[in-house]
């Protein structure tokens, strides 16, 4: 099993910036994608930013230039560094890691809430 420990959501005004972070844990062998989601209320969970087995960076349109991932493999911990911040950014943001059988495993969630 795989567990997934999220942090750093919190409230902040319209262009600000946060940092989340995702640290996992438990059996991790092969990961085939690790990042963020968020889901808005009413709305679907959406992929923010992931980096895939290859090692490429996968970001949604609405957050390119403004928000970065980054990890340390030492540590194995994601992190998700977030400027610009805009109103609309509000949601619940999920860890999640895929690993090599396709198995998604979700963190508890963290709130960001951007306030105008």
């Known amino acids: 099993q795989v567990q997934l420990v999220e942090s750093g959501g919190d409230l902040v005004q319209a262009g600000g910036s946060l940092r989340l972070s995702c640290a996992a844990s438990?059996?991790?062998?092969?990961?085939?994608?690790m990042g963020w989601y968020r889901q808005a209320p009413g709305k679907q969970r959406d992929l923010v930013a992931a980096f895939t087995r290859g090692g490429s960076t996968n970001y949604a349109d609405s957050v390119k230039g403004r928000f970065t991932i980054f990890r340390d493999n030492a540590k194995n911990t994601v992190y998700l560094q977030m400027n610009s911040l805009k109103p609309e950014d509000t949601a619940v943001y999920y860890c999640n890691l895929q690993d090599y059988y396709r198995t998604d495993y979700w963190g508890q969630g963290t709130q960001v809430t951007v306030s105008s």
């Open positions: 438990g059996s991790i062998f092969i990961i085939n994608r």
